[in-house]
């Protein structure tokens, strides 16, 4: 059971949007902890998303965006394309449990 | 552009200790801080530690009694190693960097490709 909680799967036709949720508590995001998210291909490492609850590093497409409220995240992604299916990850840091902590990962399936 | 590789056996005995490197192929491993990700068949990521070169070490609490990392600043390397490994220590290994210069947590932002540890007799 993760500390950080994601929908298992989440999907969508192409050019549509989707919204992966990111719950977690008042010892990690809701303690103004950043929340980072990644995108993992099959097979392959997994990609930093967004930095900082709504930052994208170089290169990302802006049909990513992140957000934080309170002690959620979410992580949109417009104008879905086949190239996005994938496996994404929130992360953050947890005071109580002092250590980084992973939500258990959402499947975006394109229809 | 900074490069992880990571290396070391693939497969490791029960009871036993696994040994990861991660070389860093530029830049200073000085400036920023180095993480050991894992990630078990067909599941999702686990975080086993962070260690910066001043000696600032923080790792998972569910595994800190079996957990070691150590930086080599003249090799430009850093070390995992799990002592008393069971099957449920099988996993990809990802040696990783966080994003911002002297800042933990900032967002892992370059990953080695893994390495595929299996715990088995």
């Known amino acids: 059971q993760s500390v950080l909680t994601q929908p298992p799967s989440v999907s969508g036709a192409p050019g549509q949007r989707a919204t992966i949720s990111c719950t977690g508590s008042s010892s990690n995001i809701g303690a103004n902890f950043d929340v980072h998210w990644y995108q993992q291909l099959p097979g392959t490492a997994p990609k930093l998303l967004i930095y900082g609850n709504n930052n994208r590093p170089s290169g990302v497409p802006d049909r990513f965006s992140g957000s934080k409220s309170d002690t959620s995240a979410s992580l949109a992604i417009t104008g879905l394309q086949a190239e996005d299916e994938a496996d994404y990850y929130c992360?953050?840091?947890?005071?109580?449990?002092?250590?980084?902590?992973f939500g258990g990962g959402t499947k975006v399936t394109v229809l | 552009q900074v490069q992880l590789q990571e290396s070391g056996p693939g497969l490791v005995k029960p009871s036993e200790t696994l040994s990861l490197n991660c070389n860093v192929s530029s830049g200073s491993i000085s400036e920023y801080y180095w993480s050991w990700i894992r990630q078990p068949p067909g599941k999702g990521l686990e975080w086993i530690g962070f260690?910066?070169?001043?000696?600032?070490?923080n790792y998972n609490p569910s595994l800190k009694s079996r957990v070691t990392m150590s930086l080599d600043t003249s090799k430009n390397q850093f070390s995992l190693k799990l002592r008393s490994v069971t099957a449920a220590d099988t996993a990809v290994y990802y040696c990783?960097?966080?994003?911002?210069?002297?800042?933990?947590?900032?967002?892992?932002?370059?990953w080695g490709r893994g390495t595929t540890v299996t715990v088995s007799s």
């Open positions: 990783t960097r966080d994003s911002m210069v002297k800042t933990p947590v900032s967002g892992f932002d370059v």
């Open positions: 992360q953050s840091y947890d005071s109580s449990l002092n250590g980084v902590i």
């Open positions: 260690i910066f070169h001043t000696g600032s070490i």
